[in-house]
């Protein structure tokens, strides 16, 4: 005859319940808020490409426009993989300059303004700066984040020349962009994007510096965006 031994766990203490109970919560809270800011980021998105769309439908020849959607849809697919981050920077100034940066492009007039630049010269160097947003995005993987986050250090591929790839590949777009469709308003908002995407930078490189692995990356990779500059 075999013996079975039954093996009964004992239960919490009521100050260990207590404990494990808080803990519970917490997570359910932090994944409750990381679902609701995908949400709304999604849905940013999701407005500024159906817009683009639309005139796109008017005017197809509109190549410069084309890659901006391109870009800005990219957004979707890198949001929906990206895994819960380690660390997360949720300072309410930075969840508004992080939410600014990322989709203030939403507030870009896309009528067709004024080239100053045509568009054979601009949409070839546009296309680069999509390229090395998606070079960017690739090597990342999963780690994509808009708020400033530690979803794991990433020191290879388009990594390994600057420090924020898909930032340098955003700047060009927009830069492009704007000179074969140039408006006073657009040149203003870009200009706020472009200022708030550098404080971006420096909320999202204090979060990652707390790792070793990122402070001996930072000493190896010197620049930001563009090498021997910023």
Excluded: C
């Amino acid at each position: 005859m075999t013996d079975l031994t039954i093996f009964k766990s004992e239960p919490l203490s009521g100050a260990e319940a207590g404990l494990w109970s808080g803990l519970r919560s917490r997570e359910i809270l932090i994944d409750l808020r990381e679902g609701l800011f995908r949400f709304i980021a999604l849905a940013v998105a999701a407005l500024f490409v159906y817009r683009g769309v639309q005139h796109l439908l008017v005017d197809p020849a509109r190549l410069n426009l084309l890659l901006l959607m391109v870009s800005d849809s990219l957004t979707f697919i890198w949001l929906l993989t990206a895994r819960r981050p380690l660390v997360r920077d949720w300072n309410p100034l930075t969840v508004f300059v992080a939410l600014a940066a990322g989709f203030g492009g939403g507030f870009v007039s896309m009528e067709a303004g004024v080239p100053i630049i045509p568009l054979y010269v601009a949409a070839p160097i546009q296309f680069i700066g999509l390229w090395i947003v998606i070079w960017g995005k690739v090597s990342l993987g999963r780690s994509f984040a808009i708020l400033p986050a530690n979803r794991g250090v990433v020191t290879g591929g388009a990594y390994r020349f600057v420090r924020h790839p898909i930032y340098a590949g955003y700047l060009i777009g927009h830069i492009l962009f704007l000179l074969s469709s140039f408006s006073i308003y657009n040149f203003t908002v870009y200009a706020i994007i472009t200022l708030f995407q550098i404080h971006r930078i420096l909320r999202e490189e204090a979060v990652l510096a707390r790792t070793q692995e990122y402070s001996e990356y930072m000493d190896r990779v010197r620049y930001r965006l563009v090498p021997g500059i910023f």
